[in-house]
T-cell receptor
Framework: AQSVTQPDIHITVSEGASLELRCNYS??????LFWYVQSPGQGLQLLLK??????LVQGIKGFEAEFKRSQSSFNLRKPSVHWSDAAEYFC???????????????FGQGTILTVHP | NAGVTQTPKFRVLKTGQSMTLLCAQD?????MYWYRQDPGMGLRLIHY???????AKGEVPDGYNVSRLKKQNFLLGLESAAPSQTSVYFC???????????????FGEGSRLTVL
């Protein structure tokens, strides 16, 4: 079975600083990887996804993530954080394990991002 | 465009009571899911459905039942609520997978349930 670990429960950055949120996954084959963002009181919104091809993927709101197979990682980055980026971020992994995958995702524990002015 | 709508948004129950959460989507998605979110545990899949009239168990199905009588609706029932079911519940939907690829999930805003 697949699993996802987000080592950082809470990260605080200053507005304008760069950001990197870590995500490590465990899965025997090539995974499908996602980053979702959840603003307070809201549902989750997809930031970006990796299925195959270029290992550096661009998403919405200026975010990007890099898939590193050798490190089993899919870290999320943003060069300059805005106050509106304060939210909780979830990494998730899906599988291509036959028809039973049915789009089911396994989520990490989440990382709360606080942005100081 | 409503997307995924969950009702109710808040509910307080006493132990042993039953209730049903309703999820409705207007995107004609084949797949629908119920997740629960607990602090420090991310989202865990309760049940899911790959089409009208079909349901399947997820990671944490005990104490819950579901039904998908219409394609656009996915109901989550608690037969006899327990304090351990205090959580925020999220419904999601997605297109069917292509060549076995999981699709993007579209989430509702969540339903906060407290069981006393």
């Amino acid at each position: 079975a697949q699993s996802v670990t987000q080592p950082d429960i809470h990260i605080t950055v200053s507005e304008g600083a760069s950001l990197e949120l870590r995500c490590n996954y465990s899965y025997g084959a090539t995974p499908y990887l996602f980053w979702y963002v959840q603003s307070p009181g809201q549902g989750l919104q997809l930031l970006l996804k990796y299925f195959s091809g270029d290992t550096l993927v661009q998403g919405i709101k200026g975010f990007e993530a890099e898939f590193k197979r050798s490190q089993s990682s899919f870290n999320l980055r943003k060069p300059s954080v805005h106050w509106s980026d304060a939210a909780e971020y979830f990494c998730a992994v899906g599988t291509n394990a036959g028809g039973t995958s049915y789009g089911k995702l396994t989520f990490g524990q989440g990382t709360i991002l606080t942005v100081h002015p | 465009n409503a997307g995924v709508t969950q009702t109710p948004k808040f509910r307080v129950l006493k132990t042993g009571q039953s209730m049903t959460l309703l999820c409705a989507q207007d995107m004609n998605h084949e797949y629908m899911y119920w997740y629960r979110q607990d602090p420090g545990m991310g989202l865990r899949l309760i049940h899911y459905s790959v089409g009208e009239g079909t349901t399947a168990k997820g990671e944490v199905p005990d104490g819950y039942n579901v039904s998908r009588l219409k394609k656009q609706n996915f109901l989550l029932g608690l037969e006899s609520a327990a304090p351990s079911q205090t959580s925020v519940y999220f419904c999601a939907s997605s297109y069917s997978t292509e060549v076995r690829r999981p699709g993007e999930l579209f989430f509702g805003e969540g339903s906060r349930l407290t069981v006393l």
